[in-house]
């Protein structure tokens, strides 16, 4: 147990709704980071917030967005859902970013996979 | 570019090694992962490997960085049944992004 957890394991909508995924990052850990693992595009990084602020941005839609919450927790929300969305959606935190050191070492949670019919 | 890459499939017999070799580009990186994804189930952080190191042993698990070549390695000896998964190698950005190989399945034959 990474002590990252996710909310929730499984979801199943249809195309064109909105969806929101929770993360719960390990106690002390003040970054967040969302990822996408799907058959045709690997792992690919998402977007990152550290202490509240947005951090960096990878390869993520317009139609989704993401916040970290004050008490650190973070939600990814996903809208106007295609088919082509579903994967699995992982968060991962990490003490403190960009430091170069061992704390940049991020801990995953068991994820949230998304099925879109 | 930032760019990872594993082979993509390896079978060994229990008992015997296991090597997962990866190659990647960016020669910043502080930083070297590897995870573990057994099915249905999230990525396990199974190690990682400062740069300026060229070797890491924990337990079962050796950590071979050849930074000239930018090529990691990971040996498992005397693999298990329950070593089974897809192994993934990961470098972080100088953003603090993880950037991820295609992962490695290993199957273990008893």
């Known amino acids: 147990d990474s002590g990252v957890t996710q909310t929730p394991k499984h979801l199943i909508t249809a195309t064109g709704q909105r969806v929101t995924l929770r993360c719960s990052p390990r106690s002390g850990d003040l970054s967040v980071y969302w990822y996408q693992q799907s058959l045709d595009q690997g792992l690919q990084f998402l977007i990152q917030y550290y202490n509240g602020e947005e951090r960096a941005k990878g390869n993520i839609l317009e139609r989704f967005s993401a916040q970290q919450f004050p008490d650190l927790h973070s939600e990814l929300n996903l809208s106007s859902l295609e088919l082509g969305d579903s994967a699995l959606y992982f968060c991962?935190?990490?003490?403190?970013?960009?430091?170069?050191?061992?704390?940049?070492?991020?801990?995953f949670g068991p994820g949230t996979r998304l099925t879109v019919l | 570019g930032e760019d990872v890459e594993q082979s993509l499939f390896l079978s060994v017999r229990e008992g015997d090694s296991s090597v997962i070799n990866c190659t990647y580009t960016d020669s910043s990186s502080t930083y070297l992962y590897w995870y573990k994804q057994e099915p249905g189930a999230g990525l396990q952080l199974l190690t990682y490997i400062f740069s300026n190191m060229d070797m890491k042993q924990d337990q079962r698990l050796t950590v071979l960085l050849n930074k000239k070549d930018k090529h990691l390695s990971l040996r498992i000896a005397d693999t298990q049944t329950g070593d089974s998964a897809i192994y993934f190698c990961?470098?972080?950005?100088?953003?603090?992004?993880?950037?991820f190989g295609q992962g490695t399945t290993l199957q273990v034959k008893p």
């Open positions: 991962a935190s990490s003490v403190d970013p960009q430091t170069g050191s061992s704390t940049d070492t991020q801990y």
């Open positions: 990961a470098e972080i950005s100088n953003t603090g992004k993880l950037i």
